[in-house]
């Protein structure tokens, strides 16, 4: 399945649609904070702090089939997981638990079906199964809503390396937007009032 430039509503309409059945809902602040902080644990080469290399691996490996890498990259070259690690920190330990538990049984229904625990060992097709049946459930919501989110924050802050997120909407970062900005300015701007 090959991804296409999303429309503006489009891509709000799935981050409504991903909090309201995250166990997570981040403010801006609070993901511009986690991004920055993924961003420099990164960079420094450290290891992830909240999951452990099995956990990241298989979350990762959702967050591929959610925002997945065909023509244009996906959640792993975007780093997600750096942003999942960072966001399910302290602040949000609760969560935690109800992540692995989600994540525990998703991969007992993936061994009982396909013979693999391991998420990232099955095939896209099977992985994708997987997770239509799980589609409404909060588990996969919080995922979604991790992914969305670690897709597209402001490079600057972490998450979104490349602008990654950002050229998959055609959202381009200008500073400062030369004026007239709309109709209601190029009146202002000509008359001065």
Do not use: C
């Amino acid at each position: 399945m090959s991804k296409s430039l999303i429309t503006r509503r489009d891509f709000l309409r799935s981050i409504s649609d991903s909090a309201r059945h995250s166990l997570v809902v981040l403010s801006l602040p609070s993901i511009a904070l986690a991004t920055q902080q993924a961003r420099a644990a990164q960079n420094a080469g450290r290891n992830l702090v909240n999951l452990n290399s099995n956990e990241a691996a298989e979350l990762e490996a959702i967050a591929a089939r959610i925002m997945p890498t065909d023509e244009t990259p996906g959640a792993r070259e975007a780093g997600v997981i750096y942003f999942m690690d960072n966001v399910l920190g302290e602040e949000r330990s609760e969560v935690l638990p109800a992540l692995r538990k989600g994540l525990s049984d998703l991969q007992a229904v993936a061994n009982a079906r396909f013979g693999s625990d391991l998420l990232n060992s099955l095939s896209d097709a099977d992985l994708d199964t997987l997770l239509a049946e799980i589609e409404d459930s909060s588990f996969f919501g919080t995922v979604r809503y991790l992914t969305i989110a670690g897709m597209f924050t402001n490079p600057v802050h972490g998450g979104n390396q490349e602008e990654i997120g950002w050229q998959l909407i055609g959202f381009e970062d200008n500073h400062a937007w030369s004026p007239p900005f709309g109709y209601y300015d190029a009146e202002y701007m000509e008359t001065g009032e």
